[in-house]
């Protein structure tokens, strides 16, 4: 079976390619931009793999996405490639709008004329994965709720609202066009190589660095966590099997406030790389103004994709955390380019600096 996974080179992409890499019956082109976010190193333990290739093309170039799918002969299109902080979105929505909204929109086309043209059985057998986020949803109060895949969509941020009309792009070329499509919406993701511009990694990073652990408002904003690596097998499992026109929640049944996260992070720390100090992480934690329009929760109600694809998490927080902090510990080679010539922690989303109409 061939594989087309559009952002391959990021963080959910590159776990979804080292997933589908290790099965020599599936054959993985991993299509990447290789924007700021986008790093090849991710892909290190594959990228001599006979059965991986990598092509560096913009979902955008439309032209060229379908001369690939022909040459490629692929079977399924796993679509990943976005913009996916919320901060930066705050900071410059463009890139979000042409990247999340007019790629997915030029992909879906090249992807259409695609399987229009293609024999039975392969036209059946052909599949558009749509990978989409929970923050469609909007915000959830504290005390109750949970998303359902009939949840109606209330995005917060120019991030979410991409995503969101992402998806309702994916679902209109099923409905209109026959186009076969699988969606899914997950939670927050976390694990190895994590974009240090992201909560974990960026606390990881800066408590090593000895610097302030910046946590939004008082870090009472409650996420659903979920492992990347038990993310990818999801995805996998959506892809191959899912019922087409339906859409499918992956969460990790782990709710955390951002302080108890940050917590958590800290006392793993103290016990794996303490402080020369002897004092412990937690006295780096640093409240900082809230993000504008942060949701206060998220959580997601996994029950679906349990029952009818019988995926579970195999990792608890607790222990995909444990492993997730020693694996930054243990590859500092992936991490300190990133550090010093991409990104350092700088305060994002302050929603100070948006570019205005027409700029880049």
Not at 18 to 26: C, E, I, V, W
Not at 43 to 66: G, H, V
Not at 227 to 252: K, M, P, W
Not at 320 to 342: A, C, F, H, M, S
């Amino acid at each position: 079976m061939n594989f087309l996974v559009t952002g391959g080179a990021g963080f959910i992409g590159s776990a979804v390619c080292r997933h589908l890499a290790a099965d020599p019956q599936k054959n993985v082109l991993n299509l990447d931009k290789l924007t700021y976010a986008g790093n090849l190193a991710s892909l290190r333990q594959i990228e001599n793999f006979p059965n991986y290739s990598f092509l560096q093309a913009d979902i955008c170039d439309d032209s060229l996405i379908l001369q690939t799918l022909r040459d490629r002969e692929i079977d399924i299109i796993m679509h990943l490639a976005a913009e996916s902080h919320v901060d930066r979105s705050i900071d410059g929505p463009a890139a979000f709008i042409e990247t999340n909204i007019i790629g997915t929109f030029r992909l879906l086309n090249a992807a259409l004329a695609y399987w229009r043209e293609l024999p039975e059985p392969r036209k059946s057998r052909f599949r558009f994965h749509h990978v989409s986020t929970d923050e469609v949803f909007g915000d959830l109060p504290f005390d109750s709720g949970i998303f359902t895949e009939e949840t109606p969509y209330k995005p917060s941020s120019p991030y979410s609202a991409s995503k969101a009309a992402s998806d309702h792009l994916v679902r209109a070329w099923h409905e209109t066009y026959g186009l076969p499509v699988v969606l899914s919406n997950c939670s927050n993701n976390y694990g190895p190589y994590h974009f240090p511009e992201k909560l974990i990694p960026l606390v990881i990073l800066n408590a090593l660095d000895e610097k302030p652990l910046p946590i939004y408002g008082t870090g009472a904003n409650v996420r659903d966590w979920l492992f990347v690596e038990d993310h990818a097998r999801a995805l996998e499992l959506v892809a191959t099997r899912g019922a087409i026109g339906e859409s499918y929640n992956i969460g990790g049944h782990s709710e955390r406030t951002n302080l108890d996260v940050v917590k958590q992070i800290c006392a793993i720390l103290d016990k794996k790389r303490p402080r020369n100090n002897g004092k412990p992480y937690s006295e780096l934690i640093t409240f900082v103004t809230d993000r504008p329009g942060h949701d206060r929760r998220y959580a997601i109600d996994a029950s679906k994709i349990e029952r009818e694809l019988g995926w579970k998490p195999q990792e608890t927080f607790q222990t995909g955390l444990e492993k997730t902090v020693q694996w930054y510990l243990d590859n500092e080679w992936w991490w300190q380019p990133i550090r010093n010539k991409t990104y350092a922690g700088d305060r994002l989303g302050t929603g100070q600096t948006a570019a205005p109409a027409g700029s880049r």
